[in-house]
């Protein structure tokens, strides 16, 4: 089973910069695909990007295009999103997450593997 442990989130104010970090384990970590995704209470969870194990970026969501960067490294197993120009509606629990295989799926529903969330709150 894939293990994910996400951190690096906190507060800050509009137009500041955060970046999380994803360790993952229990599973060759070169192999997989991981992808962030995040989630506001009483709404359904968004995915943000998704990265395959190559380190090929699949997509990134419209609202965040532009200001957010996800990279890997193979030897720290480590997967990070770097957040930029932050806004008030960026304000969520964000969730890495991972599906066991090389290549991304597409919707929350096809990732098995999950971690705890790390909370992510901008004020205007």
């Known amino acids: 089973q894939v293990h994910l442990v996400e951190s690096g989130g906190g507060s800050v104010q509009a137009g500041g910069s955060l970046r999380l970090s994803c360790s993952v384990s229990?599973?060759?970590?070169?192999?997989?695909?991981t992808a962030w995704f995040r989630q506001v209470p009483g709404k359904e969870r968004e995915g943000v990007v998704r990265i395959d194990a190559v380190g090929g970026i699949i997509s990134y969501a419209n609202s965040v295009r532009g200001r957010f960067t996800i990279s890997r490294d193979n030897v720290k197993n480590t997967v990070f999103l770097q957040m930029n120009s932050l806004k008030p509606e960026d304000t969520a629990m964000y969730y890495c997450?991972?599906?066991?295989?090389?290549?991304?799926?597409?919707?929350?529903?096809?990732?098995?593997?999950w971690g705890q969330g790390t909370q992510v709150t901008v004020s205007s």
């Open positions: 997450a991972s599906n066991g295989g090389r290549f991304c799926a597409t919707g929350p529903s096809q990732f098995g593997y």
């Open positions: 229990g599973y060759s970590f070169s192999n997989i695909c």
